[in-house]
T-cell receptor, first 112, second 112 residues
Framework: DSGVTQTPKHLITATGQRVTLRCSPR?????VYWYQQSLDQGLQFLIQ???????AKGNILERFSAQQFPDLHSELNLSSLELGDSALYFC???????????FGDGTRLSIL | EDKVVQSPLSLVVHEGDTVTLNCSYE??????LLWYKQEKKAPTFLFML????IEKKSGRLSSILDKKELFSILNITATQTGDSAVYLC????????????FGGGTRLMVKP
């Protein structure tokens, strides 16, 4: 158990809908990262927050957004969902920018 | 664009064999290289390497980094069936919040 908690574990929804994925980092970790893992793309970095502020952005679609709250938990919002958004979404956290990232078990999103 | 290539793509060995997994990378503003083991769910952290030529060991696993030639290797000695997994390497980019760029992974299967 990495100590990173992601909810829900599974999410099934339809095209055009909006969902929110939640991540609680390990105790004491200030940095939160979101990654998407699909069969054809592998693990891809989406966005990073450090102590409530956005620090880096990857190839994140405009339909996706995220935030980190004062209690350091983070949410990833996905809107206008398309079939191609079906994937495993991982959250990772680290104490600081120079420390290893530890991953949660992911949220499996299925778009029907 | 940051790139990571892992080889071989897959490997089948028998218990007790020794394996070497390779990772070559091209990353702007390199900070460190991380190895992860992914079974069914979350990638599990194995090693973080920041300096060339210094071997890191954990039990039967060891890893080393060559920053001049831009590659890393992960060795597993006396393999066990529990080592069966996908092994991922991921260099980090210091100018992008320490984001990780993942390779496609090496799928290792250890037969009894």
């Amino acid at each position: 158990d990495s100590g990173v908690t992601q909810t829900p574990k599974h999410l099934i929804t339809a095209t055009g809908q909006r969902v929110t994925l939640r991540c609680s980092p390990r105790s004491g970790d200030l940095s939160v990262y979101w990654y998407q893992q699909s069969l054809d793309q592998g693990l891809q970095f989406l966005i990073q927050y450090y102590n409530g502020e956005e620090r880096a952005k990857g190839n994140i679609l405009e339909r996706f957004s995220a935030q980190q709250f004062p209690d350091l938990h983070s949410e990833l919002n996905l809107s206008s969902l398309e079939l191609g958004d079906s994937a495993l979404y991982f959250c990772a956290s680290s104490v600081g920018l120079d420390q290893p990232q530890h991953f949660g078990d992911g949220t499996r999103l299925s778009i029907l | 664009e940051d790139k990571v290539v892992q080889s071989p793509l897959s490997l089948v060995v028998h218990e007790g064999d020794t394996v070497t997994l390779n990772c070559s990378y091209e990353v702007t503003n390199f900070r460190s290289l991380l190895w992860y083991k992914q079974e069914k769910k979350a990638p599990t952290f194995l090693f973080m390497l920041t300096s060339s030529g210094i071997e890191k060991k954990s039990g039967r696993l060891s890893s080393i980094l060559d920053k001049k030639e831009l590659f890393s290797i992960l060795n597993i000695t006396a393999t066990q069936t529990g080592d069966s997994a996908v092994y991922l390497c991921a260099p980090s980019n210091r100018n992008a919040g320490n984001m990780l760029t993942f390779g496609g992974g090496t799928r290792l299967m250890v037969k009894p």
